[in-house]
Nanobody, 125 residues
Framework: QEQLVESGGGLVQAGGSLRLTCTNP????????MGWFRQAPGKEREFVAA????????RYADSVKGRFTASRDNAKDTVYLQMNSLKPEDTAVYYC??????????????????WGRGTQVTVSS
């Protein structure tokens, strides 16, 4: 399987910002719906945000609404997750995923068939 590649993670203080980037989706399928998920130690992977193939539709978990923004640049085969007002509870490994078989914007892991390897985000208090 082609791999998606996340970048942009790191260590930031509470209240700070990070922008995650996911590249390579165009090589898997032309402009698939894309999702962002995260997994903290000892917890299940959870939905964070998703964006439709053309960026016209986005969906967010309640815990990140108003703080995180998903966007994409199809010309660059790149998807972004802008994270503002970060909190310690946002600490997790963040994954991007592609939904190559869905015409909707899935909010669960079952809706995605290609995954990146993740990037660590750590928010200190």
């Amino acid at each position: 399987q082609e791999q998606l590649v996340e970048s942009g993670g790191g260590l930031v203080q509470a209240g700070g910002s990070l922008r995650l980037t996911c590249t390579n989706p165009g090589r898997i399928f032309r402009n698939p719906a894309m999702g962002w998920f995260r997994q903290a130690p000892g917890k299940e992977r959870e939905f964070v945000a998703a964006i439709s193939w053309n960026g016209a539709s986005t969906r967010y978990a309640d815990s990140v609404k108003g703080r995180f923004t998903a966007s994409r640049d199809n010309a660059k085969d790149t998807v972004y997750l802008q994270m503002n007002s970060l909190k310690p509870e946002d600490t997790a490994v963040y994954y991007c995923a592609a939904a190559t078989f869905s015409y909707t914007v899935p909010i669960n892991t079952q809706g995605y068939d290609y995954w990146g390897r993740g990037t660590q985000v750590t928010v200190s208090s």
